[in-house]
């Protein structure tokens, strides 16, 4: 009604043409010339309409309080709304008094919004900019897409948090189950509903269309750009799968099959093999191992290839020793610089964190690959507090051991079996035997013993395996109570322990070492059967046995006699801590003990044959596998090599270790030339043994001609020994 009544004015102005009574003021010359929304008014806004000379120009119909805008603020990416174009919105301002003149001095621009569409985005432009590529050799990998370039004061947060939260249920329409009783009056209605309901549609009253469709809510994605996160970075790389690779793949997809495995419990072979019971294990041979270290590093396949990678690297650092202990290196026995002075070379040591100031108690090599060893640690003293250890160690790696066990109680003793290379007997200081199985990484227990069948609660110093025939082994021992026990598996896999012999305290005179008479004792001795620290089979005799007990007497024994020994001498004024038997003479037995003492005996005479002096407690002794009449001995720090056909007096060649360091054990190699030596701080040496006499074509025939020269001085030993001699030899007919 305002722009019709100004339009009426206007038409009476001109038509009067009377300037008094109308005015109007031509435009300010100092106004802009602006082109302002809706078109139909951008005319009047440059004009002043004055009647008798008062300004009644009609105000704007626009409230100049708001622009004159679109909603045209959304951010939607995927909005393809049309957008009306504009250039500017504009708020007019101007001053009025209640006077009522007052002129408009003209338009000022207050506000201004840029219409997204009128941007140009630059496709070419990559966004990659920034990218710092690790591997410089590395190309760049090339961009998916291209995204705009973005001003440099817009930054992206590096990562977006999204929150997830449960809406309120807005049940659009809800259809309830009514049910009614059958012939009540809401039934009746509901009959007559149904069927009305299928006249219409299914009846001869059918007229209604009925269409079936799926309806889905339209998804309108919204997102703005300020949600946009930073680019991850990207590089090329190079994979390469071999054929082998893929086959070894495929192969094991192919394996995936359930194993069957007999029944622990009944794996007797007295019913046919189709009545046996079986017991299913599925075994899933293509399990995927997962992409972490922890995960990896769990898995055989990986610690297989580091012990093998560790081989590599040790023999680079060891090789020069590994050819001397191999043999490949040797002196040349027709050197004009030859000269005996039984040299001690050493090669390496082996040792690690886990073994450091833990006494070695036992050592036992592997006799189907010499190259393994197994190492027990445990305690020294009697009342030491450690745990024990089993370290496998291998001459190829002397760096690290390739297994490591550890127990809860001290392990005393291990032995490995001679009909599976795997199996490693186990000795602990609590009386427990168990066998393990050395093929796994973590403790793999084949067989333990029960304490329904094993009643020794005393320390076990010695095992070893024993063969009745080619198939059976069993496991022999000898602990601190004097008990000689025979363990062996059943086909039920129970590890059954079975009483061998209990070695008793002796009493009166005995054969062998003659010692000073004892002062007569009134008072009840606390036990009567003294411990068996080491223990030999008989060389030639099966069933025969040989024990040195602490009471310094070695006893002889069989497995047919299981309450009595068959024979008994003194052979050390203190314990016997080990005994061995010359590889070219059976019948000679060398042993040692705590009298500071080596004392060399023939089966068959009372006395001693040879004694030789040490400063120490002799711990182990051992004769050299391809030298008659040499023998290493170990007695407390000191190392001492033997020469018998030389001098007995004292060693030819010592090699001394520090004073805080007590040798526990010692032993030659197969080959004859390495020694290797246990202390108490759990480290194993390994020596060369060099500058040595060659041995000569009679080994035997110098033996026995050094025994000889031993017994010089007394003629009825000689006697006894020739006559020894004729009756082995007859026997031997």
Same mark, same amino acid.
């Given at each position: ?26 435009? =300010? ?6 082109? $302002? ?113 973005? *001003? ?162 040790? =023999? ?18 027709? =050197? ?7 040299? /001690? ?133 000898? =602990? ?39 002062? *007569? ?88 044959? /040879? ?112 006559? $020894? ?9």
């Amino acid at each position: 009604m305002v722009e019709a009544e100004i339009i009426s004015v206007l038409s009476h102005a001109y038509s009067s043409n009377d300037p008094s009574v109308y005015e109007l003021s031509e435009p =300010s010359t100092h106004t802009k010339s602006v082109k $302002l929304t809706p078109a139909t008014l951008d005319k009047r806004l440059f004009y002043k309409v004055k009647v008798n000379g008062v300004n009644v120009t009609p105000d704007n119909i626009l409230d100049p309080g708001y622009a004159t805008l679109e909603d045209l603020t959304t951010h939607a990416a995927f909005d393809h709304r049309s957008r009306s174009r504009f250039d500017a919105a504009i708020k007019y301002t101007r001053s009025k008094s209640r006077a009522g003149v007052e002129a408009i001095t003209g338009a000022k621009v207050y506000a201004t919004t840029i219409n997204l569409d009128d941007i140009e985005i630059d496709v070419s432009i990559n966004t990659e900019e920034g990218v710092e590529i690790e591997d410089k050799l590395v190309s760049p990998a090339p961009s998916a897409f291209y995204l705009p370039k973005l *001003p440099p004061l817009t930054t992206y947060p590096p990562e977006i948090f999204i929150t997830l939260k449960e809406t309120e249920t807005v049940f659009l329409i809800s259809l309830p189950c009514l049910s009614y009783e059958k012939g009540s009056r809401e039934g009746n209605f509901i009959e007559e509903d149904n069927a009305f309901y299928d006249y219409i549609t299914l009846g001869k009253g059918k007229n209604r269309k009925i269409v079936n469709e799926e309806t889905q809510t339209h998804i309108k994605m919204v997102q703005t750009r300020h949600t946009l996160a930073t680019r991850p970075q990207k590089k090329n790389a190079i994979s390469f799968a071999s054929m082998w690779d893929m086959h070894d793949t495929y192969e094991q997809i192919e394996q995936t099959v359930a194993e069957e495995e007999d029944d622990e419990m009944v794996m007797y072979q007295s019913a046919a093999a189709h009545m046996l019971r079986k017991k299913r294990k599925k075994i899933d041979a293509h399990k995927r191992v997962g992409k972490t270290f922890e995960e990896i590093a769990a898995t055989h396949q990986y610690l297989d290839a580091v012990l093998l990678m560790e081989r590599v690297l040790a =023999s680079l650092v060891f090789a020069a020793q590994q050819k001397t202990f191999r043999g490949v290196i040797d002196i040349d026995p027709l =050197s004009l610089d030859l000269i005996y002075i039984y040299t /001690l070379a050493k090669l390496w040591t082996y040792g690690c964190e886990e073994t450091l100031n833990k006494p070695i108690s036992s050592i036992s090599f592997n006799p189907k690959y010499p190259n393994i060893c197994a190492i027990s640690h445990g305690k020294f003293g009697y009342a030491d507090v450690c745990q024990g250890i089993v370290c496998i160690w291998s001459t190829k790696n002397p760096r690290k051991p390739e297994r490591l066990y550890r127990f809860k109680a001290p392990v005393t003793c291990v032995s490995f079996s001679n009909k599976n290379p795997n199996w490693l007997a186990c000795g602990f200081c609590d009386g427990d035997v168990i066998i393990l199985d050395i093929t796994s990484y973590s403790i793999k227990i084949k067989a333990r013993s029960k304490r329904d069948t094993n009643p020794c609660f005393e320390p076990i110093w010695v095992i070893n395996w024993r063969s009745l025939d080619r198939e059976s082994e069993f496991v022999m021992t000898a =602990s601190q109570d004097g008990r000689i026990r025979r363990f062996q598996s059943t086909k039920t896999h129970e590890f059954i322990s079975t009483p061998m012999m209990r070695v008793s305290a002796v009493e009166g005179k005995l054969k062998g070492l003659e010692t000073t008479k004892p002062c *007569p004792k009134h008072d009840v001795p606390i036990t009567r059967y003294p411990a068996v620290f080491c223990m030999i089979w008989h060389p030639t005799i099966d069933h025969c046995y040989l024990v040195g007990t602490d009471e310094g007497c070695i006893h002889r024994c069989s497995t047919h006699y299981l309450n009595q020994h068959i024979d008994v001498y003194r052979a050390h004024a203190g314990p016997v801590t080990d005994l061995c038997n010359s590889p070219f003479m059976s019948y000679l037995l060398a042993s040692c003990g705590a009298d500071n003492a080596i004392r060399l005996w023939i089966e068959g005479m009372d006395d001693v044959i /040879l004694t030789l002096t040490c400063q120490n407690a002799v711990n182990g002794i051992a004769f050299c596998p391809i030298n008659a009449t040499i023998l290493i001995s170990a007695s407390g720090n000191t190392l001492s090599v033997w020469d018998l056909r030389r001098k007995t007096h004292m060693p030819c060649a010592e090699h001394k270790f520090p004073h805080d360091v007590m040798l526990t054990y010692i032993r030659f190699a197969p080959c004859g030339h390495n020694v290797f030596v246990g202390d108490t701080t759990g480290r194993l040496h390994t020596f060369h043994l060099e500058d040595t006499p060659i041995p000569p074509f009679n080994q035997q025939k110098l033996l026995d001609d050094v025994i000889r020269k031993a017994l010089c001085t007394r003629p009825h030993m000689l006697k006894q020994l020739d006559k $020894l001699m004729r009756f082995k030899k007859r026997k031997s007919y």
